[in-house]
C-alpha cells in the first residue's frame, strides 16, 4: 500500500508497505530529460539521465498527487490518502457582492470571470487563457479580492517593464469610472445632471470605503531594482530576479506569510529562481487563506516543465483558447 501524508504547501510525502510498489511509483515519476545523451556525466555512467519527481526522501511535489493516485488506481495498486485537503470558504454570492461594489470602468467577459471563480474556488490552479484574453483584469479582480480579505500577495511577473504595466493596469481598472465622472463634471453646465454625477461619486468612494480599499496605490508595492523589498501593504508586484534567494537578496522567511502567490508567464516558472521561489511561498495548505495561482497562456511543449510547474502549483483548467477568442 502506498500512503500519502502531509509537508506543507509544497510537498507530500509518500510511504509505502511495499517496497516494490513504491519501486514501481518512483519509476513512474523519473521522466528522461531531453538531449542527456550528449552531457559527460550520462556518458561516463554518473547520471542515470532522468528527472526524479519522487525523490529519496519520498517528498512528491503537492500538485502530482492526483497524477499518482490515476497511476495506482491503473495499476491495481492500494493506497492511502491521509493528506489534508483543500476546503474553499469561497461563496459565489458574496462575490457577487464585492465584484458589484468594484466601480470597474467595463463589464469584463464571461470567461474572465470564469478565470477569477476557477482560481477563487479551486486555490491552486493553472488557469490556460491565451495570449489578449485579457488576464491582468484576472489579476486585478484576484488582488482586489485579496485586499478586501486583507489577505497578503506576491504576484510575480517577468520583467521590469511588466511591474509597470500590471501597476498601470490597476490604476486604470480602479480610477477610470472615477475620471470619468470627473471630467464629466467638470464639463457639464447641468445642475440637475451634475448632482447626479455626485452621487454617482459618492457612491464609487463608500464602495471603496466598503472594500477597505480606498487608494489602490496605498496597498501595492513594487519590487524591483534598488527598491525596498520589504512592506507593509497587502499586494507586492515584483520580478523573480527582484527577489532572488541568496547573498543579498532575500531569505525564505520573506515568503512565510504569503496567503496569495500570483505567478504571471507562469510557463517561465521552471527557471531555478522563480521555482524556488514558489516553493517558499509554503503556508501550511490547510490554511484556508493559501492560494497558489499561475496564470499562462500556454504551457511549456518540454515535458519536465509541466510537471514542475502542475506539481509547483496545482492542476491545468483550460479557461479559453485562442479560437474561442478569435470567435468571440
Known sequence: MIIFEDVDATFIKVSATDESEYIKLHHYFSIPIPGIEHSQLFKAGLM????????????????????????????????????????????????????????????????????????????????????????????????????????????????????????????????????????????????????????????????????????????????????????DKLVKISTRDSLSIGQNRVDEDYFKDIDMFIGDEIHRAAASTTSEIIKCCNKSYNNDSMYKIGMTGSLSTNVIDNLLIEGMIGSVKSIIKMRELIDL
Open 48 to 231: 542515470d539521465g532522468a528527472k526524479k519527481f519522487l525523490n529519496a526522501n519520498g517528498y512528491l511535489l503537492w500538485g502530482l498527487k492526483q497524477k499518482a493516485i490515476d497511476y495506482l488506481k491503473s495499476e491495481d495498486i492500494a493506497y492511502q490518502d491521509n493528506t489534508t485537503p483543500i476546503i474553499s470558504d469561497f461563496d459565489v454570492k458574496d462575490f457577487m457582492e464585492f465584484y458589484s461594489k468594484l466601480d470597474l470602468p467595463f463589464k469584463p467577459y464571461k470567461h474572465q470571470l470564469e478565470g477569477v471563480l476557477v482560481c477563487l474556488r479551486e486555490k491552486r490552479i493553472l488557469p490556460l487563457m491565451c495570449t489578449g484574453s485579457g488576464k491582468s483584469i484576472v489579476i486585478y479582480l484576484l488582488c482586489r479580492y485579496a485586499i478586501q480579505r486583507k489577505l497578503k500577495v506576491l504576484l510575480l511577473v517577468p520583467s521590469i517593464s511588466l511591474v509597470y504595466q500590471m501597476s498601470g493596469d490597476f490604476r486604470d481598472y480602479f480610477y477610470a469610472k472615477e475620471n470619468r465622472i470627473l471630467e464629466q463634471i467638470e464639463n457639464c453646465n447641468d445642475d440637475i445632471e451634475i448632482l447626479t454625477l455626485n452621487k454617482e461619486l459618492e457612491t464609487i468612494y463608500q464602495n471603496r470605503k466598503d472594500l477597505n480599499c480606498e487608494s489602490i496605490e496605498e496597498h501595492i508595492h513594487l519590487i524591483f531594482g534598488g527598491q525596498d523589498k520589504h512592506s
